[in-house]
């Protein structure tokens, strides 16, 4: 099992990133893919998540309005597009399913909002 996140970096706040994330190693078509992150100092959190079959889409109340999770059946990319970024959004941010597995993680890609 592998994931593979890209597309964070440096933004101001209210600016926009779009993070990518491909799996590979199970067949992530059966199940919710999820995006998560974890800030230094705490614990790894739940952002956004998007079951594979039906397109449903689920967020944390603290990026509702803001984030938008997406996929590519045909490419088997899973997105996650920030808006309206805040200092409190610079974090690690990983993708996994939905419950996650608790022994693959992959790098993640840092997302630094701030001035």
């Known amino acids: 099992v592998q994931f593979v996140e890209s597309g964070g970096g440096l933004v101001q706040p209210g600016g926009s990133l779009r993070l990518s994330c491909v799996a590979s190693?199970?067949?992530?078509?059966?199940?919710?893919m999820g995006w998560f992150r974890q800030a230094p100092g705490k614990e790894r959190e739940f952002v956004a998540a998007?079951?594979?079959?039906?397109?449903?889409?689920g967020y944390a109340d603290f990026v509702k309005a803001r984030f938008s999770v997406s996929r590519d059946n045909i490419k088997n990319w899973v997105y996650l597009q920030m808006n309206s970024l805040k200092p409190e959004d610079t974090a690690v941010y990983y993708c996994n399913k939905d419950p996650p597995f608790k022994d693959y993680w992959g790098q993640g890609t840092q997302v630094t909002v701030s001035s």
């Open positions: 190693g199970f067949t992530y078509s059966k199940y919710t």
């Open positions: 998007i079951n594979w079959s039906t397109g449903t889409t």
